[in-house]
Nanobody, 122 residues
Framework: QVELVESGGGSVPTGGSLRLSCFAS?????MAWFRQAPGKQREGVAG????????DYIDSVKGRFTISKDNSKNTLYLQMNSLKPEDTAMYYC??????????????????WGQGTQVTVPS
């Protein structure tokens, strides 16, 4: 069982920055950040894929968000710059230990954190 603990959320003005962190209790294969705004479906925001050594982003955050991973610390990060009100959501870290190809589909991840709130007031 992998435990994931997120931190780094908060409230920032439009154009501000935040860095989310996600500590994993064990080594993992693929990891990703998802978000869910009130009344909306959970969506994959950014993925870090071990097999291909690549990262992936949804179009709305490309050029603004950067996902990275420190394997020595078992920690995943999401640097979020130029934040917009539409980025407001609960952000969740997800991980999986199966050696699957990377994806931003929620069903490809077996482990989830409790979430950290990001608010960008309009």
């Amino acid at each position: 069982q992998v435990e994931l603990v997120e931190s780094g959320g908060g409230s920032v003005p439009t154009g501000g920055s935040l860095r989310l962190s996600c500590f994993a209790s064990q080594s993992t294969w693929n990891m990703a950040w998802f978000r869910q705004a009130p009344g909306k479906q959970r969506e994959g925001v950014a993925g870090f894929y071990t097999g291909s050594g690549t990262t992936d982003y949804i179009d709305s955050v490309k050029g603004r968000f950067t996902i990275s991973k420190d394997n020595s610390k078992n920690t995943l990060y999401l640097q979020m710059n130029s934040l917009k009100p539409e980025d407001t959501a609960m952000y969740y870290c997800a991980a999986d230990q199966r050696m699957l190809s990377g994806s931003l589909m929620p069903d490809r991840y077996n482990y989830w954190g409790q979430g950290t709130q990001v608010t960008v007031p309009s």
